[in-house]
């Protein structure tokens, strides 16, 4: 039985890496407006750094298992404001600290945390944001269902999210709006080890509380549910709409039950598969694990084999 149930972990993770993108909009084909519906995805929080070694290199292999997991995940990267980082915007210093409700220490860079979870540190944990995304999937019985529009002029991107109707109101709970940015430019005279910009960068937020006022940092509200960001230079961006609990919320919760209720992400992104592309640095690691997996579930049957002769 262990060994049946060990084969299919390793099943599971190999279809972690499928072939088709199913989330993003190419920015030519971009048209001013765009709905999505879903509620399913699972969040995937990165603590980064623009001077990190580290970060810098696994920044576009990120990409390519993002957009390889489709709307499976959505994916999005916080930045320091530590006076060294490029960006440090004040919207992901108000999502770290909403990670440090539930009794967590500042992590190293880079660092994952999937669905609220447990904080997995440096390349080498990727197998285990891998289990954590499939246990997340697994234990998933039921999820807010989101539709979100999105729509731009020349100066804003605005979003809408469908008010939830009056029996799906769960109390202590909030709809945030993540406006995330992909290559974005690091400006010269910033310590930068790797390319001229990153992508998944959290810019800007907006919170509609179930029961409470609404916020905003660097977005504005335009009405309940509704909020804006300037995109004049921003050429290409995701939404990521995420039902959740607030953060006074989580200091009576733990990460066993303060899971978002629903995620759903609107990408309009460029394509990260382009032909020729190299193999991600996670991919060997996740290959290694494989392979150390196929070796266990061999071991067992052999012993097996022996116990019956």
Known sequence: MGATRTAVILCCILLMMPFANARSIEPS????????????????????????????????DLGIVAEEHGKRIAMVSYHPDDGIDAFGPDAAQHRIQRLKSLDRETPGYPSFVVNNGVIREDVSSWPDVTSDILRAESNQRAYTKLTVTAQTNETHLTVTVMPPKGNEIVNDTQYTILFVEHKKGVAEGFDNPGEKHRDRVLVGLAEFPMDGEMFAIDASIEAPFVASYPIQDMEEWSVIVVHEYTEEALENRTIMNSQPLGVVELAVQSSALEEGT???????????????ILGLVTLQSKEKVREEE
């Open 278 to 292: 190299e193999l991600p640095v996670i991919l060997p690691v996740m290959v290694f694990l494989a392979v150390g």
């Open 29 to 60: 084909e971009w048209d001013g407006w765009a709905v999505v519906e879903g509620g399913y995805s699972i969040l995937v929080e990165e603590y980064t750094a623009t001077w990190c070694p580290r970060c810098a290199e696994i920044d576009p």
